[in-house]
T-cell receptor, first 115, second 107 residues
Framework: DTEVTQTPKHLVMGMTNKKSLKCEQHMGHRAMYWYKQKAKKPPELMFVYSYEKLSINESVPSRFSPECPNSSLLNLHLHALQPEDSALYLC??????????????FGPGTRLTVL | LAKTTQPISMDSYEGQEVNITCSHNNIATNDYITWYQQFPSQGPRFIIQGYKTKVTNEVASLFIPADRKSSTLSLPRVSLSDTAVYYCLVENNKLIFGAGTRLAVHP
């Protein structure tokens, strides 16, 4: 199984809502990533988890809260988002953390709309 | 951090070879060069990775000169389904996507 799955595919939420994005992989990868991608822009790294521990936080606002309950699962908890947070949220995994010769496997993304 | 520069867009026709060059003047000794492909509303997909000289797989070739300050992704005989955005990345400790090259393949 070389697939990264993300749920939900689409999410619409109000600025006062709390929601969560879920990402799962069963490739035995020990590094997992969250990216944000705005329309016609490249993906921007948000968080990196290595062996279930947060190793990189790219100065992301606290309204985004990542969680890695186990080596296969990565969540992104959302609270009090702003309309400008609307984007495609991508999850990825790799065997180890951002090593030079490391291939990242990306999920299909969750399209988030904040009203 | 090594920054990458690619053409914003390219056009080609079915059956032609497409070469996309990426400039990365500040590449570090430990950096690898990786190319990803992305279709609209999908996650990027790994195409090829190399450190120096030439790498070839079933979908593409990657040419890296000795100074490693640039690299060229070569797609042989493109088809309409190769229309996508292609990202060149220089990877080591950070994964930063450049602006990417929008390739349009025409019939």
């Amino acid at each position: 199984d070389t697939e990264v799955t993300q749920t939900p595919k689409h999410l619409v939420m109000g600025m006062t809502n709390k929601k969560s994005l879920k990402c799962e992989q069963h490739m035995g990868h020990r590094a997992m990533y969250w990216y944000k991608q705005k329309a016609k822009k490249p993906p921007e790294l948000m968080f990196v988890y290595s062996y279930e521990k947060l190793s990189i936080n790219e100065s992301v606002p606290s309204r985004f809260s990542p969680e890695c309950p186990n080596s296969s699962l990565l969540n992104l908890h959302l609270h009090a988002l702003q309309p400008e947070d609307s984007a495609l949220y991508l999850c990825a995994s790799s065997q180890v953390r951002l090593a030079g010769d490391n291939e990242q496997f990306f999920g299909p993304g969750t399209r988030l709309t904040v009203l | 951090l090594a920054k990458t520069t690619q053409p914003i867009s390219m056009d080609s026709y079915e059956g032609q070879e497409v070469n996309i060059t990426c400039s990365h003047n500040n590449i570090a000794t430990n950096d690898y060069i990786t190319w990803y492909q992305q279709f609209p509303s999908q996650g990027p997909r790994f195409i090829i990775q190399g450190y120096k000289t030439k790498v070839t797989n079933e979908v593409a070739s990657l040419f890296i000169p000795a100074d490693r300050k640039s690299s060229t992704l070569s797609l042989p005989r493109v088809s309409l389904s190769d229309t996508a955005v292609y990202y060149c990345l220089v990877e080591n400790n950070k994964l930063i996507f450049g602006a990417g090259t929008r390739l349009a393949v025409h019939p």
